[in-house]
């Protein structure tokens, strides 16, 4: 790319500099209805990868500790940010008092009938419902989607399209997933499965959490080159 005198500093330094997974990287001009995803974990993974949030790199969080493997993709939707408007809209579909938000972005599930050989990629996915998890008194929604252009899955628009079996072996895992052999796993719990249009209001509330949270970090930047 031949060198352009004019460019800003701001739009050069996007081009030296890797994009922050969680900060750098756009929700997506569509969202929700099609959003970006960071994949962390694969179904192959015998390893917990998950993002370090200070540095923008995968990390090992631990090795699973029983044979349960992810049976989806999984990771985080950029730019999200689950706090207040998460937890208070957790609280008002469970009917549960002070729940709040778990402090990371949203976790996202996508379902391909292609298999991934390692996490660390970027794709576009469609949110087709979720699962409404609480973890202590924290709200910790993993949204399930669909890879957009997927052969098998990418025409679904709704969690209504999916196979029952296919829902309860997600739901098993992130049941089970924070067991340790000691036994003091944290008990987790899923109230409910919701559809495409509550997806949405999820993603709409974690991304509001953010903006609040981190603010416009990509006008700022732009402002201050």
Known sequence: MPFDPGARSSDLLHLLLKSHPWHGV???????????VYVEIVPTDTVKYELDKPSGF????RPQKFSSVCPSLYGLIPQTYC?????????????REHVKGDGDPLDICVLSERSFSHGDVLLQAIPIGGLR????HEADDKIIAVLKGDAAYGR???????AGT?????RHYFLTYKQVPDGTSRITEIT???DACEAHEVIRASHEDYKEKFGDLTGELARRM
């Not at 706090?83 to 009917?95: I, P």
């Not at 296919?166 to 997600?170: G, T």
């Open 192 to 194: 409910h499965v919701y």
């Open 166 to 170: 296919l829902v309860e072996r997600l």
């Open 133 to 136: 998890m609480i973890d202590g």
């Open 58 to 61: 995968l990390k090992v969080d």
């Open 156 to 162: 679904w628009k709704d969690i209504s399209e999916c």
């Open 26 to 36: 756009p929700i997506g001009a569509e969202w929700p209805r099609i959003v970006t």
């Open 83 to 95: 706090s207040e408007r998460v937890g208070a809209l957790c609280a008002a579909r469970t009917g």
